[in-house]
């Protein structure tokens, strides 16, 4: 009986902090950095005391904010590079790196700006997130699909600007065009001359109704999750 209790115990800690985690994204992102831990627990529906047994400190905090965002990338690369094809991976992971990261500025400036940084927590995701990166990049120009003379460390801080960018704009949409365009300059030159569209399978939604849709490895990306959605667009087309 005690280790059912037990375990638990340890499951309520995971979604407790799992909760803090999440609560505490969004509140930097919100309202920066100066948050109080006290409004972070109440945003997580936890006590203040759960929210300083998981994180001591704001710092501590932060790092591991930071490394959750990191590993959520890390796990959608992997997928990306065994579900999809190279160059669409590889692509649309620097897509989404761009898209998430740009709402979690004032993590990223910090852990820019402090010395101390980073810390071991953090020091581990970054260095897997490289991985992640390398691989999918490396496969994109066996592919042919990337510039041959990009390296990882390029193409990050390439990333990095592309969201400062993106942070610019307010019309997101806008910032989002040009940031596919921005992208498109990693592709060889044969790619950027013909204008290839820009994929990301594994993101991709209806172009009607906004469903998510089920990525395929091989031919043109779906466009509608179904024929009645097909056929809506069909009918808004202007007459030829």
Same mark, same amino acid.
């Given at each position: 009986?005690?280790?059912?209790?037990?375990?638990?115990?340890?499951?309520?800690?995971?979604?407790?902090?799992?909760?803090?985690?999440?609560?505490?994204?969004?509140?930097?992102?919100?309202?920066?950095?100066?948050?109080?831990?006290?409004?972070?627990?109440?945003?997580?529906?936890?006590?203040?005391?759960?929210?300083?047994?998981?994180?001591?400190?704001? &710092?501590?905090?932060?790092?591991?904010?930071?490394?959750?965002?990191?590993?959520?990338?890390?796990?959608?690369?992997?997928?990306? *590079?065994?579900? @999809?094809? =190279?160059?669409?991976?590889?692509?649309?992971? @620097?897509?989404?790196?761009? !898209?998430?990261?740009?709402?979690?500025?004032?993590?990223?400036?910090?852990?820019?700006?402090?010395?101390?940084?980073?810390?071991?927590?953090?020091?581990?995701?970054? &260095?897997?997130?490289?991985?992640? $990166?390398?691989?999918?990049?490396?496969?994109? &120009?066996?592919?042919?699909?990337?510039?041959?003379?990009?390296?990882?460390?390029?193409?990050?801080?390439?990333?990095?600007?592309?969201?400062?960018?993106?942070?610019?704009?307010?019309?997101? &949409?806008?910032? @989002?065009?040009?940031?596919?365009?921005? *992208?498109?300059? $990693?592709? =060889?030159?044969?790619?950027?001359? !013909?204008? =290839?569209?820009?994929?990301?399978?594994?993101?991709?939604?209806?172009?009607?109704?906004?469903?998510?849709?089920?990525?395929?490895?091989?031919?043109?990306?779906?466009?509608?999750?179904?024929?009645?959605?097909?056929?809506?667009?069909?009918?808004?087309?202007?007459?030829?």
């Amino acid at each position: 009986m005690t280790a059912v209790i037990d375990g638990g115990d340890r499951a309520d800690a995971r979604r407790n902090r799992a909760k803090v985690l999440s609560a505490a994204g969004e509140a930097f992102a919100e309202h920066g950095l100066d948050v109080p831990l006290g409004d972070i627990a109440r945003l997580a529906g936890v006590g203040a005391g759960t929210v300083y047994r998981h994180f001591p400190s704001k &710092q501590a905090l932060l790092e591991a904010v930071h490394a959750q965002h990191l590993s959520d990338l890390i796990a959608s690369g992997e997928r990306r *590079l065994s579900q @999809l094809p =190279p160059t669409e991976a590889f692509f649309g992971f @620097l897509l989404e790196v761009v !898209e998430t990261s740009q709402r979690r500025g004032p993590v990223c400036d910090l852990v820019t700006a402090d010395p101390s940084w980073p810390r071991p927590v953090l020091t581990a995701a970054v &260095q897997r997130f490289r991985q992640v $990166l390398t691989a999918l990049l490396h496969a994109a &120009q066996r592919a042919g699909g990337a510039r041959p003379d990009l390296d990882p460390e390029g193409v990050a801080s390439f990333a990095v600007g592309c969201t400062a960018m993106l942070t610019a704009r307010r019309d997101r &949409q806008a910032g @989002l065009a040009l940031v596919r365009l921005a *992208l498109d300059g $990693l592709r =060889p030159s044969t790619f950027v001359t !013909e204008h =290839p569209p820009f994929r990301d399978g594994l993101n991709a939604r209806c172009e009607e109704c906004g469903t998510a849709l089920t990525p395929r490895p091989t031919g043109r990306p779906p466009r509608y999750c179904g024929a009645t959605c097909r056929q809506r667009a069909h009918r808004r087309r202007p007459a030829g």
